[in-house]
């Protein structure tokens, strides 16, 4: 069957929480619980009377670290190459699947068969074609370097079938969540031209190695800034509404309010209780500026402890955590949230509850015998604003029950490489991860085995389940009971402590159009601008 569509609740948002000033939640501020991350992007139609000569000024909040979409750690690149790369699918707000790249797709009894659309080329005219899909899958599933070995290991070949067809052969009863990933990062198209050198990729983007509507003119690797123009003749019309788009990186949240409300910029992202500042900033000056409703992005914040720390101690720390007072640090920008998945999702499980209660008491009866070296532990955590007084506020309440904890301040980009590495015990940060259960769960325990939220002695029975629902022929209700599975063995172990999950929005000058309701977030988490422009006078 053509087409086929596969649906799933969407969870994952932004990588991590913004920060700001402390304060009381804001009861007048509104949120859209139903409007779920992963706002519909495919399918839309957008507002084509734009300024197509105009520049798009745009206030990011993460720094452009590589333009290889498939090398590890390069996921904080993801608002620069939904701009430069196109992908093969997409996923809608309901975790529906649509072709972007990939005009039909079926599932036949040796895999996934693609067929692609016949207008689409790379910047340098090239074709976007089954050779160039094969160059960047296998390239994506095989190299050493790439981050999604683990999420294509079902995939046993690639077959080219002609110019347009592509048949992804799998394993026999795998391959159900295939589409899903090829949504996300490993489904992004390079140019097969630039694949064998990746040092050329991590140091610069070359002209002509993408495929989307733009093309970064201006950027060095550890600049705070990345400059696009549009390429002209796209294959998708309704992308690509500004000239030229400039991106500076701006990481104090008040910082980027006021220059959006002042000008200097057009547009910037926010998420946690920034996202509240900017609802109310919009709502103080209506005349000038844009918001729109602060979305569930289901980007949950959590303590991370892997099997680094003890696990008496462990479940000590859970019992010590004051979730409540925690989610008060958001000021009404997150919600409460004591797992991956939040209620709806077919993923979620009421079974985790008695894992995640509060009881200081029964935590210090814990630690009566444990040996003091075994309760001082250290914890990396992202320096300023919110994460800040998240992390001391943890402090505080562990140190209530008896655990000493050293802080170990970090930037957004080391924070990552050295919780891979086990710099420290625990680690205070978000989660970023696609929408289907499966891809959720990859992300956030996994990680392509880099020891991201489970332990490496974990790994081979998580990913066993994972390949076991991973049959197309399963039951989905059978499917999503061996994700609740998953879920509820690391919440007995307490690898992983979620307690909040973030909301956002974003600020934007009264020109920009095709902001809202639309842009906040997708599918994979992170915002894709490829269709936001400046109104025509």
Request: proline share 5%; with cysteine.
């Amino acid at each position: 069957m053509k087409n086929r569509i596969w649906c799933a609740t969407v969870v994952m948002g932004l990588v991590l929480s913004g920060c700001g000033g402390g304060g009381e939640a804001d009861p007048d501020v509104e949120v859209n619980a139903d409007a779920g991350a992963g706002l519909e992007l495919a399918g839309t139609e957008w507002e084509t009377a734009t300024d197509r000569d105009g520049t798009l000024r745009i206030a990011g909040n993460l720094l452009m670290s590589s333009s290889d979409v498939h090398a590890a750690g390069t996921t904080v690149s993801t608002q620069y190459f939904n701009l430069l790369y196109d992908r093969l699918f997409w996923a809608t707000v309901n975790g529906e699947l649509r072709g972007y790249l990939v005009k039909e797709w079926e599932f036949v009894p040796d895999g996934l068969e693609l067929t692609l659309r016949d207008d689409a080329k790379f910047h340098d005219g090239s074709p976007i074609d089954a050779e160039a899909i094969k160059a960047n899958l296998d390239r994506a599933r095989t190299a050493e370097f790439s981050a999604y070995q683990q999420a294509l290991k079902a995939v046993t070949e690639i077959e080219v079938v002609n110019a347009q067809t592509v048949l992804i052969k799998t394993r026999k009863k795998s391959g159900a969540t295939l589409p899903y990933v090829l949504a996300g990062w490993a489904g992004m198209i390079m140019n097969p031209a630039f694949l064998d050198d990746p040092e050329v990729l991590r140091t610069s983007a070359p002209d002509g190695v993408g495929s989307g509507p733009y093309k970064i003119v201006s950027w060095t690797p550890g600049e705070d800034s990345v400059v696009f123009e549009r390429v002209e003749g796209h294959w998708d019309s309704q992308a690509g509404q500004a000239a030229r788009i400039e991106v500076q990186v701006v990481s104090d949240p008040a910082q980027a309010l006021n220059a959006v409300a002042t000008g200097q910029y057009h547009f910037a992202p926010f998420s946690s209780e920034s996202a509240v500042d900017a609802a109310e900033r919009a709502d103080a000056a209506k005349d000038k500026l844009q918001t729109g409703e602060l979305i569930p992005t289901l980007s949950i914040q959590a303590l991370w402890m892997r099997d680094l720390v003890d696990p008496v101690v462990r479940e000590a720390i859970s019992l010590a955590l004051d979730r409540d007072a925690l989610l008060g640090q958001f000021r009404g920008g997150a919600a409460p949230v004591n797992q991956l998945f939040g209620e709806g999702h077919p993923a979620h499980t009421s079974a985790i509850d008695e894992f995640t209660v509060t009881d200081p008491e029964r935590a210090m009866e814990l630690l009566k015998d444990v040996p003091k070296e075994k309760k001082s532990v250290t914890m990396g955590y992202v320096e300023g604003g919110l994460a800040t007084r998240l992390t001391q506020l943890v402090q505080e309440q562990l140190a209530a029950v008896g655990i000493e904890v050293e802080l170990k301040a970090m930037t957004h980009t080391s924070v990552y490489p050295a919780w891979f590495q086990s710099q420290f015990d625990m680690a205070l940060m978000g989660t970023a991860g696609p929408n289907h259960a499966s891809t959720g769960i990859y992300a956030a325990l996994l990680r392509g085995g880099v020891n991201w939220g489970a332990p490496d002695s974990a790994l081979p029975g998580i990913e066993a389940e994972l390949d076991r629902a991973d049959d197309p022929a399963l039951d989905e209700a059978e499917r999503q009971g061996i994700y609740q599975g998953i879920l509820t063995d690391a919440a007995k172990e307490h690898w992983m402590l979620p307690f909040a999950q973030l909301y956002a929005t974003h600020l934007a000058s009264t020109e920009v159009v095709n902001i809202d309701p639309a842009v906040p977030f997708q599918y994979q988490s992170l915002q894709d601008w490829r269709y936001v422009g400046l109104g025509a006078d």
